[in-house]
């Protein structure tokens, strides 16, 4: 939503004890490992403190991948370059996954997308936290993956349970955008209230080595 002023818009899913982004992987695990009770006996002033302990798998929520989830010698999150996913120029991109589940070339052509954050809006995410959002859809065709890249697309971000095809034992828009260095956001929300033209798109993780993906608190500002 967008923040009083309505400059800020929040494109991040809530990360919650036990959710499940994707199926087969585990949900989070969400609780205190120092509580306020426990930690209030350190302290003569009435001061207590909550540390918290959360245990997940990267792919939680809202999340970006980096070159690395794909593959073994790209770029970790420590290595992303931060201009590739702070305050980068947006242009969105809407195609309803009632007129078809596969995003094509021509949802892009005509777009200027170099230099830019583009981002798939589906309208998918009315389905989160559902059955319905695991099976069936939307996503990029390998077609348009090679489009971007040659489009000079930034960072390239969707709506969606995955930007590739899952009906498939296949990734190639994984392969493509990521080979290039472009980063993917994945399970994004709230794109309706973005314009087509004029926000900027952020989505910065943690500064992890040895990891590809992990959740972002991705938003956009206009």
């Not at 818009?9 to 982004?21: A, K, N, Q, R």
């Not at 939680?60 to 010698?73: C, E, L, Q």
């Not at 998918?124 to 065709?141: G, I, K, M, S, V």
Request: charged share 20%.
């Amino acid at each position: 939503m967008a923040d009083a002023d309505g400059a800020l818009i929040d494109l991040s899913h809530v990360i919650e004890d036990g959710m499940v982004t994707f199926k087969g992987l585990p949900g989070p695990a969400i609780c205190d490992y120092w509580s306020r009770a426990a930690s209030a006996v350190n302290y003569d002033d009435g001061s207590s403190f909550q540390i918290g302990r959360i245990d997940m798998v990267a792919n939680t929520g809202t999340y970006i991948d980096s070159p690395f989830h794909r593959f073994a010698d790209g770029t970790d999150l420590a290595g992303l370059d931060l201009s590739r996913l702070a305050g980068v120029p947006a242009v969105v991109v809407r195609q309803s996954f009632e007129t078809g589940l596969a995003v094509d070339v021509a949802a892009f052509e005509g777009l200027d997308c170099r230099g830019r954050a583009v981002l798939v809006h589906t309208g998918w995410d009315r389905h989160w936290r559902t059955e319905a959002y695991f099976e069936n859809h939307p996503f990029l065709t390998a077609a348009a993956a090679r489009w971007l890249v040659e489009a000079g697309a930034t960072i390239v971000g969707i709506d969606s349970h995955n930007i590739d095809d899952t009906r498939t034992r296949s990734r190639p828009v994984h392969t493509t955008l990521l080979g290039a260095g472009i980063p993917v956001c994945e399970h994004l929300t709230n794109l309706a209230a973005v314009p087509d033209q004029g926000a900027s798109f952020t989505a910065v993780p943690p500064k992890i080595a040895g990891m590809g993906t992990f959740p972002v608190r991705a938003f956009a500002c206009r």
